[in-house]
Structure formats: C-alpha cells, structure tokens
Nanobody, 123 residues
Framework: QVQLVESGGGLVQAGGSLILSCAASGRTFNMYVMGWFRQAPGMEREFVAVTRGSGGTTYYADSAKGRFTVSRDNANNTVYLHMSSLKPEDTAIYYC????????????????WGQGTQVTVSS
C-alpha cells in the first residue's frame, strides 16, 4: 500500500512557474514508476509525465515537453513536477500516481493515486 499526497498547487500568471510535490509513504518508493496526470473541468484525465524508480528515464506528453520536468528524491520519498512557461490551458487538477515497474501513459495502469492539487494559470 502506498499513500500519495500532492502539494504546491496554486494560482500563477501565464508564463510563470510552479513546483508540485508528491510525498509518498512506504519504503519501496524507489521501486515504483511515478507518473503525473492532470484533469481539467469537463475533460478526461490525461498523462503529463512519468519517471522510473531508478531516475533518469523520463517521458513527457507533447504538451509538457520543454516546459515541465520530473525529478524525484527517493531518500525523502518525494517526486516533483517542475512547471515553467505556464499557459492558461495548463489549468487543471494535477495528480501523482504510483504504478507498475514500466513507463506507461495509461492512467488505468497505475495502482495508487493522490488526491490532487489545483493549478490555475491566469492570463
């Protein structure tokens, strides 16, 4: 069982930056693939980024490439999403998720989810 808690969301102006954190419980954090997803009102949950437990290997959605960066601190059981050059279309609830030991963009493949943190980007 893994518990995930997101934090760091808030209101930011277009072009600004924000860092989201996802704190995980347990001692097997480094064995999970950690993903970031987001869901805007009226939209389905979509993939944003993912990283392997070993770190280094990452994959990003086209919408996130060049603007978002995933990092993780296994010693503190925390994964981060560094967001820059934010756009109004980035407005959504952002979720972190822990899943299988493989890179995947499918939400259904992830076993554990946080409660989400709201990110709002104003014009």
């Amino acid at each position: 069982q893994v518990q995930l808690v997101e934090s760091g969301g808030g209101l930011v102006q277009a072009g600004g930056s924000l860092i989201l954190s996802c704190a995980a419980s347990g001692r097997t954090f480094n064995m999970y693939v950690m993903g970031w997803f987001r869901q805007a009102p009226g939209m389905e949950r979509e993939f944003v980024a993912v990283t392997r437990g070993s770190g280094g290997t990452t994959y990003y959605a086209d919408s996130a490439k060049g603007r978002f960066t995933v990092s993780r601190d296994n010693a503190n059981n925390t994964v981060y999403l560094h967001m820059s050059s934010l756009k109004p279309e980035d407005t959504a609830i952002y979720y972190c998720a822990a899943g299988p030991l493989m890179l995947t963009t499918a939400p259904d493949a992830y076993n554990y989810w946080g409660q989400g943190t709201q990110v709002t980007v104003s014009s």
